[in-house]
């Protein structure tokens, strides 16, 4: 296992500008998960994917944000007209299988909003 | 709705003490509770995980506790070394319909600093 790799590590970013990240998840992981941690918390579930299936998004998740994960590989988060409560580590993570409970996480990717 | 509750929020031990991190939760469709260690500028890693049809489980200096009456499960982290000082999460996770895992709920988080 090479390890969950996410991309940017650091982004800083303006107001209302849109910001794209990238994960790439364990090969022949067919779960990648998305959470988002802020300082001081836990992470928190933001979406999930089963091979290019997106299974569930938290009701938390606003509609500016929109993840893919196009050929079951790696997956893009996008976030839309950025607002400063967006400012956090987003987190991806990915497991074997469905039945597979181990989640292996990426260093992620800490956004902040100016 | 703050589905698992963790304790004490900070921790300072000595080396060679016993760290001790509560939590509780609140669904009963929760199947599985694992613990996860964190460094600074780092993802969460796996360290132990338990099912509640076990009571304990013991993987070297690591133990979780679990009391499926209370609903409470416990890590217990003994001769603890500066090397152990990080952040630690306890999580649950339900099983969907059908079988298969669903997401993990996490807590807010142990900060653990374990003094030489």
């Known amino acids: 296992d090479t390890g969950v790799s996410q991309d940017p590590r650091h982004k800083i970013t303006k107001r209302g500008q849109n910001v794209t990240f990238r994960c790439d998840p364990i090969?022949?992981?067919?779960?990648l998960y998305w959470y988002r941690q802020t300082l001081g918390q836990g992470p928190e579930f933001l979406t999930y994917?089963?091979?290019?299936?997106?299974?569930?998004k938290s009701r938390l998740l606003s509609d500016r944000f929109s993840a893919e994960r196009p050929k079951g590989s790696f997956s893009t988060l996008e976030i839309q007209r950025t607002e400063q409560g967006d400012s956090a580590m987003y987190l991806c993570?990915?497991?074997?299988?469905?039945?597979?409970?181990?989640?292996?996480f990426g260093s992620g990717t800490q956004l902040s909003v100016l | 709705q703050q589905q698992v509750k963790q304790s004490p929020q900070s921790l300072i031990v000595q080396k060679g003490g016993i760290s001790i991190i509560n939590c509780a939760y609140e669904?009963?469709?929760?199947?599985?509770f694992p613990w996860y260690q964190q460094f600074p500028g780092k993802g969460p890693a796996l360290l132990i995980a338990?099912?509640?049809?076990?009571s304990e489980k013991k993987e070297g200096r690591f133990t979780i506790s679990f009391n499926k009456s209370a609903k409470q499960f416990s890590l217990h982290i003994m001769d603890s070394q500066p090397g152990d000082s990080a952040t630690y999460f306890c999580?649950?996770?339900?099983?969907?319909?059908?079988?298969?895992?669903?997401?993990?709920?996490f807590g807010k988080g142990t900060k653990l600093s374990v003094k030489p």
């Open positions: 993570a990915s497991s074997r299988g469905q039945f597979n409970e181990k989640l292996f």
């Open positions: 090969s022949e992981h067919n779960r």
């Open positions: 994917f089963q091979n290019e299936a997106q299974l569930e």
């Open positions: 669904n009963t469709a929760f199947d599985y």
């Open positions: 338990i099912r509640p049809d076990v």
């Open positions: 999580a649950a996770r339900k099983v969907n319909y059908g079988g298969s895992q669903g997401n993990l709920i």
